[in-house]
């Protein structure tokens, strides 16, 4: 997305420290802020108002650098439909999980890793098709097997997952991780799954049915910290 030339000279002028960000001295013109928050929200930064700073996961020196260069940014929340799994919702898949000693178990969409934290650390795989996540990952030493899952033939006792929804992604990575599952499948949906009428929905219904597999609800906003108030689902299946 571009940015205007407004913005840019606001992160020009910014100074960087560690992992905050600093927006020049004075007060700025409150349409040009949310310009510039924007912006910087859209690559992770969080606004801290004791640091009185935009503090990142990592320092945004590079990722400010190329935003400057080309003139555009990337929400990558948008683009790799990337909302972290809230910490009660992924202790709730692994238990569902109910994983046993000696399997093996995959989380195909890992983000920064906060399903897979959950996980045996010596019997789970990541895949993770973020750039930037996959190295988080790695630099946290979680094993990461490869970026798109779907193009994956490998198979796992168990897949707890959290994928993309856009498009109906979500559909394809559970197929995905169903065919290739020993054992089980537990993985957050959109919540369209239960009532969409499509043939690629119903079709899915139907497979899950079959299986003798549940879908759950999810209460209302369970992803509102996580950025996105899409209502979502669990479905768990036995292969």
Known sequence: MKISNDVSNVLANSRIDGDKLFLPGGQLDRKLYIAVNKVLTAIKGKWNRSAKAHIFLESPIETIDNILITGEYTDEKKEFQFFETPAPLARKLVAMAEIMDGETVCE???????????????????????????????????????????QSDKKFDIFVANPPFTKQQDIDHVNHMISLANRRVVSVMSASVLFRDNKKTVDFRNMIDELGGTIEMLPRDSFKDSGTKVNTCVVCVDV
């Open 108 to 150: 195909p969409s890992a983000g920064r890793g906060r399903i897979a934290e959950h996980l045996p650390p010596a019997a789970t795989t990541c895949f993770e098709l973020n750039k930037s996540n996959k190295s988080f990952l790695e630099g946290e030493l979680f094993s990461v097997e490869g970026d798109d899952f779907l």
